[in-house]
């Protein structure tokens, strides 16, 4: 499922870039919010795939949205709980 993720984020990336928007090499952008939330955009570093926190958002995502849609990796959480599991893993 990693390899699959990182396959996807780096091809995600090098399509934003191609459309103009500032995604680091080594980083991906995932969309999130919870359930009639507004998604906010967030660059990540790609080390964050391999964190077993994240991998437990990748299986939600996976459960409820797939990996095949157009608008990016999308995680079904609320905001402020994923700044606060990404600010422990920085």
């Given at each position: 499922?990693?390899?699959?993720m990182v396959k996807r984020c780096s091809s995600?990336?090098?399509?934003?870039?191609?459309?103009g928007e500032d995604v680091p090499k080594?980083?991906?952008v995932v969309y999130v919010g919870g359930v009639g939330e507004k998604r906010s955009r967030y660059i990540l570093p790609i080390s964050f795939l391999s964190t077993p926190q994240f991998q437990i958002l990748l299986h939600q995502a996976e459960e409820e949205f797939g990996f095949d849609h157009q608008m990016g990796l999308t995680i079904p959480c609320q905001q402020h709980v994923f700044e606060s599991l990404?600010?422990?893993l920085r």
């Open positions: 499922m990693i390899k699959q995600l990336g090098r399509k934003q870039q191609q459309q080594g980083h991906f990404t600010s422990m």
